[in-house]
């Protein structure tokens, strides 16, 4: 405890570098809290997609109920399908009424009738989308099939896209956060360059001279890690009902508290091997004990 | 205590020193004497192992001190008060700070520290000055400070390297006097490296002389004509 005062009162002495390196991690880890919560979020949206039914057939008003059965059973014997659900022209009405509840006007002349069945079919595998679509079309009693398209394949690639990117762009900013470090502690072993000459001759061993700055690097760390946790909970925090409606039906928010948490703590573990790794490599170059 | 056993010393092409053989006691005062160059600083120097001997063994306590690694240099430091012609004193830190190094080098305890630290700098004269920086202090009174700093780790070995170059008359004798105060009530072991022909004159002690890099004298109750 009496080496991290003595730390921060000499961090204190020259707090510009300081501040260039505390602001160097919390960036790294400002943009790598936004990566993850982007790349899990968009997971959860992908998720949510993939369970959702696929393909959905429209039968016209005078396919009779057996017909439909069969149908059913035709499109499940294709071992494509899931799971395939029908959607009766009641059901579709309940449906309807469900999502138009707060609109009166589009409730009041809308009887089971206007609405067509259906079935809504999930795919085993998006690749198997179009062949099941190609299967139900040839059905003279289907009306109109909807599908939607490649929506699940652009979101996978999306989704990757994000992940290599923030890869690439989070390792980058890691990179020059460590390299401050490397240079903000080496400036400060030569700042203090006589001082270590006196510690050494007075019998400090070489851990006793080194450990200083190694608390001085994970107190970057620890700082950067700390102030972009609580930026990036606080962000989301005020932004979450609009990216909620954003988002429709696909429930992300709230997050739970403790997903930030532990998001602080993986982040406070990479930041102070950041700190302390930068901070060694300093000590190895600089150094002379 | 500390043995010299043929020892030699080369810098590049320069001879620094030539089969020195030496044996000092426990407890004793030796001058180690000699013109600038003669190879007074490199003796000390090897004892503190800041550098290795070309060849040759140096024993302190009978170990010999050129064969032990890195990793116990610190232990060999903290048996060695070490003080400097330039002082060596961190001019961001006050007196008692400055004095507090060793100790917080070995870990003492805030409270100890004050203890030790104020007991010191009342023997060596100048406990009034411990919140004062050494910009502040007199030539005489920043030496003291770095005698303070020497000695409060109770080390087996003193070693002042040129102490009063930069002290007047007066000065140089006080401070001398209180390196011969320290090493007759401690029993402390004592190298003081020096040209100052009065200095050692005035103290009758044992006087190694040293001339390119060889002894060429080692009395008792010695003396140095520089003439």
């Known amino acids: 405890m009496k080496q991290v005062k003595q730390t921060v009162k000499q961090l204190r002495r020259s707090p510009y570098?300081?501040?260039?390196?505390?602001?160097?991690?919390?960036?790294?880890?400002?943009?790598?809290?936004?990566?993850?919560?982007?790349?899990?979020?968009?997971?959860?949206?992908?998720?949510?997609?993939?369970?959702?039914?696929?393909?959905?057939?429209?039968?016209?008003?005078?396919?009779?109920?057996t017909r439909i059965n069969e149908i059913v059973s035709d499109v499940k014997s294709t071992g494509l399908a899931k799971e395939v659900k029908y959607v009766s022209k009641e059901e579709a009405l309940q449906i309807y009424r469900e999502r138009n509840k707060d609109d009166p006007l589009l409730l009041e002349s809308v009887t089971a009738d206007f609405l067509p069945a259906s079935i809504d079919i999930s795919v085993n595998k998006a690749?198997?989308?179009?062949?099941?679509?190609?299967?139900?079309?040839?059905?003279?009693?289907?009306?109109?099939?909807?599908?939607?398209?490649?929506?699940?394949?652009?979101?996978?690639?999306?989704?990757?896209?994000?992940?290599?990117g923030g890869i690439v762009f989070v390792s980058t900013l890691v990179a020059i956060s460590f390299l401050i470090i490397v240079m903000v502690v080496g400036m400060r072993i030569a700042l203090r360059r006589e001082e270590i000459a006196i510690m050494n001759l007075v019998g400090a061993t070489k851990w006793y001279i080194s450990r200083p700055f190694f608390i001085e690097g994970a107190l970057y760390g620890i700082v950067g890690a700390t102030i972009a946790t609580f930026f990036v909970y606080a962000i989301i925090l005020f932004y979450s009902p609009n990216i909620q409606?954003?988002?429709?039906?696909?429930?992300?928010?709230?997050?739970?508290?403790?997903?930030?948490?532990?998001?602080?703590?993986?982040e406070l573990i990479v930041a102070i091997l950041v700190g302390t790794v930068g901070a060694a490599i300093a000590l190895v170059r600089y150094l002379r004990v | 205590m500390i043995q010299f056993e043929s020892v030699t010393k080369k810098y590049a092409s320069h001879l620094a020193l030539e089969d020195i053989n030496l044996k000092i006691e426990k407890g004793e005062f030796v001058f180690i004497v000699g013109a600038s160059g003669a190879g007074k600083s490199t003796l000390l120097k090897l004892i503190t192992r800041e550098i290795?001997?070309?060849?040759?063994?140096?024993?302190?306590?009978?170990?010999?001190?050129?064969?032990?690694?890195?990793?116990?240099?610190?232990?060999?430091?903290?048996?060695?008060?070490?003080?400097?012609?330039?002082?060596?004193?961190?001019?961001?830190?006050?007196?008692?700070?400055?004095?507090?190094?060793?100790?917080?080098?070995?870990?003492?305890?805030?409270?100890?520290?004050?203890?030790?630290?104020?007991?010191?700098?009342?023997?060596?004269?100048?406990?009034?000055?411990?919140?004062?920086?050494?910009?502040?202090?007199?030539?005489?009174?920043?030496?003291?400070?770095?005698?303070?700093?020497?000695?409060?780790?109770?080390?087996?070995?003193?070693?002042?390297?040129?102490?009063?170059?930069?002290?007047?008359?007066?000065?140089?004798?006080?401070?001398?006097?209180?390196?011969?105060?320290?090493?007759?009530?401690?029993?402390?072991?004592?190298?003081?490296?020096?040209?100052n022909a009065h200095v050692v004159n005035e103290f009758k002690k044992r006087v190694v002389v040293l001339q390119k890099g060889k002894i060429v004298k080692d009395e008792k109750e010695g003396r140095y004509e520089t003439g």
């Open chain 1, 17 to 65: 570098q300081a501040l260039a390196a505390a602001l160097a991690m919390t960036l790294t880890f400002f943009v790598s809290s936004i990566f993850v919560i982007l790349i899990i979020g968009g997971q959860i949206v992908l998720n949510y997609i993939e369970q959702r039914p696929q393909v959905i057939a429209f039968f016209k008003d005078d396919t009779k109920e």
């Open chain 1, 127 to 164: 690749s198997d989308i179009n062949k099941i679509t190609e299967f139900v079309k040839q059905k003279p009693e289907i009306d109109k099939v909807i599908t939607p398209e490649n929506l699940v394949e652009e979101l996978i690639k999306w989704t990757q896209t994000i992940r290599l």
């Open chain 1, 245 to 266: 409606q954003f988002l429709g039906p696909i429930r992300i928010f709230p997050i739970n508290p403790l997903f930030f948490l532990y998001l602080w703590l993986a």
């Open chain 2, 52 to 195: 290795l001997p070309t060849s040759g063994k140096i024993l302190f306590n009978g170990e010999d001190i050129t064969k032990i690694p890195n990793n116990k240099i610190p232990i060999l430091r903290r048996k060695i008060g070490t003080v400097f012609q330039d002082f060596k004193l961190l001019l961001s830190r006050t007196i008692f700070e400055n004095v507090a190094v060793p100790l917080e080098v070995l870990g003492y305890k805030d409270a100890d520290i004050e203890r030790e630290v104020s007991q010191i700098l009342e023997k060596v004269g100048i406990l009034e000055k411990a919140n004062d920086f050494p910009t502040q202090l007199a030539g005489g009174e920043i030496q003291r400070t770095a005698i303070a700093r020497a000695i409060i780790s109770k080390p087996e070995v003193l070693l002042a390297d040129e102490p009063t170059g930069d002290l007047d008359p007066k000065n140089s004798l006080s401070v001398v006097g209180l390196l011969d105060k320290i090493s007759q009530e401690t029993k402390t072991t004592v190298l003081m490296a020096t040209h």
